[in-house]
């Protein structure tokens, strides 16, 4: 059955007038009468009845309305949701991210998005980049909030979207919490609470370069997967660690974080969207233009 039969049903059903009834669907008499004997004809039974006082509604008529306005509520909104859907205004959207994205990045973009996308569901969960990369490009995530650089070749899309550099956390007993900046060669000789190698690669290999440019190599006594891991773990005394600069913002009384100069000091991390390597659905795409537009680009640390 044509949706328009039902629209012109129902506009017929509410006005019992052909004239205003076509005047409320923009078009001609001749065709909507046309349009209402070919869907009684289709039904088998009459749905309106012509007589002197005009045109009432039959019983099967009466009947049957409820049912036509809801079919047509229905159909509309079904091509409401189609459009939107298409748009990225609508429907689901799998986000994974990493604990460090919840800092800055994720308090500045998530309000955003939902502003001006309130009809997507948001999906959130955390996990690593690897593991967040490696959804992405098996189609059980849409995006993802990761850590750069990666640290392995992937098919995933990684646009940069928030530039960052390494600070060093310390205990707040340590030797040098009283510096206000550190060469990061200060710190060849302390124990270091250091990222994953297997978790984290793109972290760990940033750090292990950080930490060689500035002539030495760690001496790796603890390994973390998570950034506010390492930070605890070096609260706890377990040793120094090298982590993002957003992490400065959650200092507490046990710890001590300080800017670095000098060779490693500018090795360049930060945090990135992944998106399909086939391409991104709509709502994955207005969610990483929400992430990289030009105003959250001005607020990048440099």
Known sequence: MDPRQLRHFVALAETLN???????????????????????????????????????????????????RRAVFHGEQFMLAARAAARGEAGSLRVGFVGSATYSLMPRVLPRFRERFPGVQLQLSESTTARIVEMVEAGELDVGLVRFPIGRACRARICPAERDVFIAALPVHHRLARRRRLALGDLAGDPFVMYSASAVPGLHAAALLACQQAGFVPDVQQEAVQVQTLVSLVASGLGVALVPSVAARHETRQLAFKPLAGAGALTPIGLATALPPGGATPAAQRFHECVIEPEAQKRMPA
């Open 18 to 68: 052909f004239h205003r009834a076509a005047e409320r669907l923009h078009m001609a008499q001749p065709p909507l009468s046309a349009a209402i004997r070919r869907l009684e004809a289709q039904v088998g039974v009459p749905l309106f009845e012509r007589n002197r006082r005009g045109t009432e509604l039959t019983a099967a008529g009466a009947a049957a309305l409820d049912h036509a």
